[in-house]
């Protein structure tokens, strides 16, 4: 197989785009298509400061490292979630990351916050992910007001939305269908919110991890085996086999048909205890906060959630 | 015949020796998407039409990731 720009040995297959690419040109095409995303949603310009949300996975990684590439006031966020022995290695690659390029991190570790997730786990009524997606969005918003960033990039790829999209829609979860474009504006104190690896399936940030060199953990967060959203992506990946391109179709499709129209996204409640939107007196988080630090035991579940909103 | 370690997370699921001719043999035999996984020799990523040898060491390693974003 050849590379479609240069004729050189392919390294990368794009089947969806039938296309290959060699590494040198794979990166340039992995640029362009992060560059094109933040162009033509109007995700951010070099006078922004973004903060990335790094996990230390390849996807959050990848992206922090080609907004760096493309001369992006880029700093980074690290969540500890004070999850043994992973969380451990997961921030050593984070912070090697950003040692190594001299780039601005933070850090917040949810033990000495009293919310480490083996904790928390024990006194949420959601999911193990539902809480841990809860906890994250607060301390992104919190922690990007606060030091002045703009702008909140997560490493979301093509794989992610679509599997989400799936699960939303079997499951007539219509209201976070709002929550799915590219781009969520501010609401109250909640940051922009953008997700430039969109126009990139998941095999191409690894490929672009690969080709990079970047080290990243790739051990499983080990609350997330099992759930429905893995099981969205094998079927989706398994379809894709037999028909090349039909996640993007999928996708993108969506966006083209402006299915996300965003309501009007004024905060009508704000939490009394932290100030961000809510729905009710208190926020989910605060609620949660407040149930974990007191030790009070979880109600149980009353329905499946493929993941909460981003609202709450 | 080539030797396949087929790595998933940090730890090697699967380490046996297949008689595949190529890439898409090889992943055709083991199951998996093309899209879900990269396939490498050394420091290369190898495409479906790939031709193995059989001195080859191969590692496999999955793309997909679900939790801790």
């Not at chain 1, 451990?88 to 850090?107: M, N, P, Q, T, W």
Request: proline share 6%; net charge positive; aromatic share 10%.
């Amino acid at each position: 197989m050849k590379c479609r720009r240069c004729g050189a040995r392919a390294q990368v297959n794009i089947r969806s785009a039938n296309t290959a690419f060699c590494p040198d040109c794979f990166l340039l095409y992995f640029r362009r298509q992060v560059a094109r995303a933040i162009e033509e949603w109007h995700m951010f310009t070099h006078d922004d400061r973004v903060l990335v949300a790094v996990s230390g996975g390849k996807d959050s990684l990848a992206l922090w490292d080609v907004l760096l590439d493309l001369g992006y006031r880029a700093g980074g966020l690290y969540l500890d979630l004070g999850i043994p022995e992973y969380s451990d290695i997961s921030r050593e690659k984070v912070e090697k990351f950003a040692g190594d390029r001299g780039a601005h991190l933070l850090v917040v570790s949810l033990r000495e916050e009293g919310l480490a997730i083996p904790h928390v786990v024990k006194f949420s009524p959601r999911g193990e992910c539902a809480s841990c997606g809860l906890i994250k969005r607060h301390y992104f918003n919190k922690m990007a007001g606060e030091a002045g960033y703009t702008v909140l990039a997560t490493g979301h790829q093509l794989d992610d939305e679509a599997a989400r999209l799936l699960g939303n829609i079997l499951h007539w979860h219509e209201e976070r269908l709002y929550d799915q474009a590219p781009v969520l504006p501010p609401v109250g104190k909640m940051v922009k919110k953008v997700k430039p690896l969109f126009r990139l399936g998941e095999m191409e940030t690894a490929a672009y991890a690969f080709l990079r060199k970047l080290d990243y953990i790739m051990d499983e967060c080990p609350y997330s085996l099992g759930a429905p959203y893995l099981k969205y992506k094998e079927w989706f990946s398994r379809l894709e086999e037999e028909f090349p391109g039909i996640k993007r179709n999928f996708y993108f499709g969506f966006l083209k048909r402006r299915l996300f129209r965003q309501p009007p996204r004024e905060a009508e409640n704000v939490c009394t205890e932290c100030g961000f939107p809510a729905a009710e007196e208190k926020c989910s988080f605060c609620k949660l906060r407040e149930r974990a630090l007191a030790g009070r035991p979880r109600k149980p579940s009353s329905s499946f959630s493929s993941g909460p909103s981003q609202l709450e | 015949v080539p030797r396949v370690k087929v790595r998933r997370g940090g730890r090697v699921e699967k380490d046996v020796s297949l008689e595949v001719r190529t890439v898409r043999e090889l992943l055709k035999e083991l199951d998996l998407p093309a899209d879900w996984v990269l396939v490498i020799r050394g420091q290369e990523l190898l495409t479906p039409d790939e031709a193995l040898r059989p001195e080859d060491e191969i590692e496999i390693r999955f793309a997909v990731s679900g939790g801790g974003r």
